[in-house]
């Protein structure tokens, strides 16, 4: 037995005292309450009773990353099957996969079996150490066992043989089973593609590539910059490293991608046939506009002003196409348009890169636009809210949410489709005020009632929402827009609408849709669809012809992390209170001058703007002169870049009197040109990035004589197409005028390092990585080295058979916790004392004190006598008896020779003195 809190078994003794001191009381009742006295305080001290034999918990670890073998997640179910057959009483077996991260794909069980793997994970890498300390995570403290590693060896990250020491510490021993691809008797890699750092247009420079062959070989070699073929034919590749020199010149500014493909037959290993380099080709920095009207006002503004202009339409940007770009002007845009992954990288470049965004009003842009609770929205200087004070109308709606079985596969992240979903809805019925009615359902094969149409007034059952459930099956579409023409109609509100969210490959049995949707268009009734998928998708065609027929909009997301910021844009949309569409005309406000020289009087009239909110510390050079004040020209300085918001349309239907302002063009370029300001001086401060394998390598040099700053600079790494989140790391000093910071790359892609330097902001040239680590050239036999060695830390071994695993692993003392049992006893033990003492026992024996003859004495009579004022002793085994009666009716009886022990009878006493009796 032992005791969680033994020092409370101290309170023994204060407790007994009081107890012996002032809870006497003669009989059973005395040892009753020692008992409970004793319960009490052994509850308190948390006693377990301990079990030696409580037996083990294995945890199995699974690489699910790409070097592994096609059957690799098949021969691990076999494993971790043969492990669940052998599983003694208290035996538990858990599983985890790893990639980059590890996912737990079943918690320690004893009866259970595994189902499969079923979580995400990104294989791009194989990251050893976090696998086993997810391993030691998911065993409890106070249980024993063993980790079975299921890996090909190809470890990346840091050395797993860390993690396996933390576990050796527990008693915990990691056994290994080495699975890996055959050994291929030729391999043909790429082992990089060095490229200078950065170059001027129309400069020509040198490229190498290195090609490692194991053997003598014929191959083909491919070489593309920016997707364009440069070279292409046949090399002889000899056994060992090849250099391959290759000469380019590049005419314009910007980033440059070139590819490197080598081709041979034979070739065992295709993953590492690619090799990467990207090129920073200097010049001034340019303004990206994206806009649907290359040849707009906009567009010809900043051409006629000088700058470095660039026009595409809307596209997925990436921190690659950012670099050299000062700033980002977005032409009422849609954040649809843009994408997740964009709108990610958009907001590192203005954060941590300090460029600049120029952002313009419009139908599409703000929060009609879907820029609410998007990553861009924080960068803002107004923020995006809905205002009460500023709705129209009272609306309804019907909120149907796909709840199939495709609702319960998690993203990356580790959320549910189905919580993404639930967090959208829940953001979207936030925005409803209290004259609003809405319903929500659940749809798979069947409709599921989370609330039917109810008042916003009268409270929501939001919890229910966020928690959301998967079903079966695929959605019945046709059913679910039933059941929202059957909540809707309920409803006499003005605006009425039925929002449908649905898988869009998984959308089933669509019925008399139409008919549905007709009746509904006759009641004015307007529906919207919002498809997670893409718009290739085998069910996008009818998503699209329900939005269609019912008069409402269609979203596609392909990244269900936009759920949440897609829900909130269509309830904007149908509540119609973020955009005013009447003319407003404007008055200057004191920052105008940040943006030039600007005239302050003979403003035009616009025809109409997004109604916004003016941020905490952001500053207003326009706004309007209505009931609403609103700003329509604000700025802020933002992290370590710039942002303007133009909530005026420059464009388009509610320009207005704006086209024609003399002043439009110097005031465009005002705003573009303060953004491009947020960087900062560089100084001669140089920046440099080196890749050796996957270990990134980045310098600060400080030009001789220049003032050192008073605070480290710190790196930050921003990963190319915006999936990943920055990576902040302190620098450290390696000389007087230098400073370096080192990151292991989790796997390929194009990360751009960011040197922080106090207001200054230094981008130092990108790197690439084309390939996972573990597919750099080598044999199976360095990952059975890695393996072997991390088993060693903690006395593991090779396991070619699962037999003995169970019982090589040592047995867990199991606790049973006997405070509850405790309690229990002492609440009987008191009901027990409680019974005896009023049933079953007399009253409670006081000592009795003798008084003295001049406290009872009454004047003219005579003294009481001695004998006459003792108690008299009760008889041995009887009660308390009385005192007997004084001869003298006057003669006076002392309260402290009565042994009363309940106040009945002490009155009575007390009755008896005054009446002399």
Same mark, same amino acid.
């Given at each position: 037995m032992s005791f969680s809190l033994p020092q409370a078994l101290v309170l023994l003794v204060p407790l007994g005292l009081f107890l012996w001191k002032r809870g006497q009381r003669p009989g059973p009742p005395m040892a009753l309450r020692w008992a409970l006295l004793l319960l009490v305080v052994g509850a308190?001290?948390?006693?377990?009773?301990?079990?030696?034999?409580?037996?083990?918990?294995?945890?199995?670890?699974?690489?699910?990353?790409?070097?592994?073998?096609?059957?690799?997640?098949r021969v691990a179910s076999e494993l971790v099957g043969l492990l669940e057959t052998q599983r003694r009483p208290g035996d538990r077996v858990g599983v985890i996969s790893f990639g980059r991260e590890a996912r737990v794909e079943q918690p320690l069980s004893e009866a259970g079996r595994f189902g499969?793997?079923?979580?995400?994970?990104?294989?791009?890498?194989?990251?050893?150490?976090?696998?086993?300390?997810?391993?030691?995570?998911?065993?409890?403290?106070?249980?024993?066992?063993?980790?079975?590693?299921?890996?090909?060896?190809?470890?990346?990250?840091?050395?797993?043989?860390?993690?396996?020491?933390?576990?050796?510490?527990?008693?915990?021993?990691?056994?290994?089973?080495?699975?890996?691809?055959?050994?291929?008797?030729?391999?043909?890699?790429?082992?990089?593609?060095?490229?200078?750092?950065?170059?001027?247009?129309?400069?020509?420079?040198?490229?190498?590539?290195?090609?490692?062959?194991?053997?003598?070989?014929?191959?083909?070699?491919?070489?593309?910059?920016n997707g364009r073929v440069l070279v292409k034919g046949p090399f002889e590749f000899q056994s060992g490293p090849n250099l391959l020199p290759f000469r380019d010149l590049v005419e314009e500014p910007g980033l440059v991608a070139y590819r490197l493909t080598v081709e041979a037959p034979g070739d065992g290993v295709v993953e590492n046939d690619v090799g990467q380099g990207v090129l920073r080709v200097e010049g001034p920095p340019r303004v990206l506009l994206l806009t649907a009207q290359p040849?707009?006002?906009?567009?010809?503004?900043?051409?006629?002003?000088?700058?470095?202009?660039?026009?595409?339409?809307?596209?997925?940007?990436?921190?690659?196409?950012?670099?050299?770009?000062?700033?980002?002007?977005?032409?009422?845009?849609?954040a649809n348009q843009l994408g997740e992954p964009a709108l990610r990288s958009l907001a590192s470049y203005v954060e941590q890169a300090g460029g600049g965004l120029v952002m313009t009003g419009g139908r599409s842009s703000f929060g009609e636009g879907g820029y609410r609770r998007s990553p861009v929205e924080p960068l803002l200087p107004v923020s995006l809210e809905m205002r009460e004070e500023q709705r129209r109308m009272a609306l309804a709606m019907s909120v149907l949410m796909d709840c199939?079985?495709?609702?319960?596969?998690?993203?990356?992240?580790?959320?549910?489709?189905?919580?993404?979903?639930?967090?959208?809805?829940?953001?979207?019925?936030?925005?409803?005020?209290?004259?609003?009615e809405v319903s929500v359902h659940m749809v798979d094969t069947a409709v599921h009632e989370i609330f039917p149409m109810s008042p916003v007034e009268n409270g929501l059952p939001l919890d229910e929402v966020s928690r959301g459930f998967s079903g079966g099956g695929g959605i019945y579409v046709g059913e679910a827009l039933r059941e929202g023409r059957k909540q809707i109609l309920r409803s006499d509100k003005t605006t009425r609408h039925v929002l449908l969210f649905s898988d869009a490959a998984d959308s089933e049995?669509?019925?008399?849709?139409?008919?549905?949707?007709? &009746?509904?268009?006759?009641?004015?009734?307007?529906?919207?669809?919002?498809?997670?998928?893409?718009?290739?998708?085998?069910?996008?065609?009818?998503?699209?012809?329900?939005?269609?027929?019912?008069?409402?909009?269609?979203?596609?997301a392909e990244d269900a992390t936009s759920l949440p910021r897609i829900f909130s844009q269509e309830t904007i949309a149908v509540a119609r209170a973020t955009f005013v569409d009447e003319p407003s005309s404007l008055e200057a406000a004191p920052?105008?001058?940040?943006?030039?020289?600007?005239?302050?009087?003979?403003?035009?009239?616009?025809?109409g703007y997004n109604l916004t909110y003016l941020r905490p510390r952001a500053s207003v050079a326009l706004r309007t002169l209505d009931d609403n004040a609103a700003p329509v020209l604000a700025l802020w300085p933002r992290g370590s870049g710039r942002v303007v918001a133009l909530m005026a349309e420059v464009d388009g239907e509610f320009t207005g009197e704006l086209r024609t302002w003399s002043g439009l063009r110097a005031a465009l370029e005002g705003m573009v040109r303060w953004s491009m300001g947020g960087a900062g001086e560089a100084g001669e401060a140089v920046a440099r990035s080196e890749r050796r394998g996957n270990l990134l390598r980045?310098?600060?040099?400080?030009?001789?004589?220049?003032?050192?700053?008073?605070?480290?600079?710190?790196?930050?790494?921003?990963?190319?197409?915006?999936?990943?989140?920055?990576? &902040?790391?302190?620098?450290?000093?390696?000389?007087?005028?230098?400073?370096?910071?080192?990151?292991?790359?989790?796997?390929?892609?194009?990360?751009?390092?960011?040197?922080?330097?106090?207001?200054?902001?230094?981008?130092?040239?990108?790197?690439?990585?084309?390939?996972?680590?573990?597919?750099?050239?080598?044999?199976?036999?360095?990952?059975?080295?890695?393996?072997?060695?991390?088993?060693?830390?903690?006395?593991?071994?090779?396991?070619?058979?699962?037999?003995?695993?169970f019982s090589d692993a040592p047995e867990s003392e199991g606790r049973v916790a006997l405070a509850p049992w405790l309690v229990g006893l002492a609440v009987a033990v008191l009901l027990a004392e409680v019974a005896v003492r009023r049933f079953l026992s007399g009253p409670r024996l006081r000592r009795a004190v003798a008084a003295s003859p001049a406290a009872v004495a009454?004047?003219?009579?005579?003294?009481?006598?001695?004998a006459s004022a003792s108690p008299v002793k009760p008889e041995s085994g009887a009660g308390p008896s009385l005192e007997a009666p004084a001869a003298a009716p006057q003669e006076a009886k002392p309260r402290e020779e009565r042994g009363v022990d309940s106040a009945l009878e002490a009155a009575r006493e007390r009755a008896r003195r005054r009446l002399g009796r």
């Open positions: 308190l001290a948390g006693p377990e009773w301990v079990l030696r034999h409580a037996g083990s918990d294995v945890v199995v670890v699974v690489d699910r990353s790409r070097s592994m073998p096609a059957d690799a997640g499969g793997f079923t979580r995400p994970v990104d294989a791009e890498a194989s990251d050893l150490s976090v696998a086993l300390d997810a391993a030691g995570a998911l065993i409890p403290p106070g249980r024993t066992g063993r980790v079975l590693v299921v890996s090909d060896g190809r470890a990346t990250g840091a050395d797993a043989r860390g993690a396996a020491r933390r576990l050796a510490a527990r008693g915990i021993a990691v056994d290994f089973r080495h699975v890996a691809r055959e050994d291929s008797p030729l391999d043909l890699a790429v082992l990089s593609l060095d490229v200078p750092a950065a170059v001027r247009a129309h400069e020509p420079f040198q490229m190498t590539g290195v090609v490692v062959a194991s053997a003598p070989v014929t191959g083909t070699v491919l070489l593309e910059r040849e707009g006002t906009l567009a010809k503004a900043l051409r006629s002003a000088g700058l470095l202009l660039e026009v595409r339409a809307p596209f997925a940007l990436t921190l690659d196409d950012l670099d050299g770009v000062g700033t980002v002007v977005l032409e009422n845009v849609d199939s079985c495709s609702m319960g596969a998690t993203v990356p992240d580790g959320r549910t489709k189905m919580e993404l979903a639930a967090e959208g809805v829940v953001g979207a019925l936030t925005l409803l005020n209290e004259k609003d049995e669509p019925a008399d849709y139409m008919k549905t949707l007709a &009746e509904l268009q006759s009641q004015k009734v307007t529906v919207s669809v919002i498809g997670l998928g893409s718009e290739k998708d085998s069910d996008a065609a009818l998503l699209k012809e329900i939005a269609t027929r019912g008069g409402g909009r269609i979203y596609f920052d105008l001058p940040l943006l030039g020289k600007l005239p302050a009087l003979g403003l035009p009239q616009v025809g980045v310098t600060l040099d400080f030009a001789p004589g220049e003032a050192l700053p008073g605070a480290l600079p710190s790196l930050v790494l921003l990963p190319g197409d915006g999936r990943g989140s920055p990576v &902040e790391l302190p620098m450290r000093w390696e000389d007087e005028d230098r400073v370096a910071a080192e990151y292991t790359l989790p796997g390929s892609g194009t990360w751009h390092p960011v040197v922080k330097l106090g207001a200054r902001v230094l981008r130092a040239p990108p790197v690439t990585l084309p390939y996972a680590p573990e597919f750099e050239p080598g044999s199976p036999r360095e990952g059975l080295e890695v393996l072997r060695g991390v088993a060693a830390v903690g006395g593991g071994l090779e396991r070619l058979s699962m037999t003995g695993l009454v004047p003219g009579m005579p003294a009481p006598s001695a």
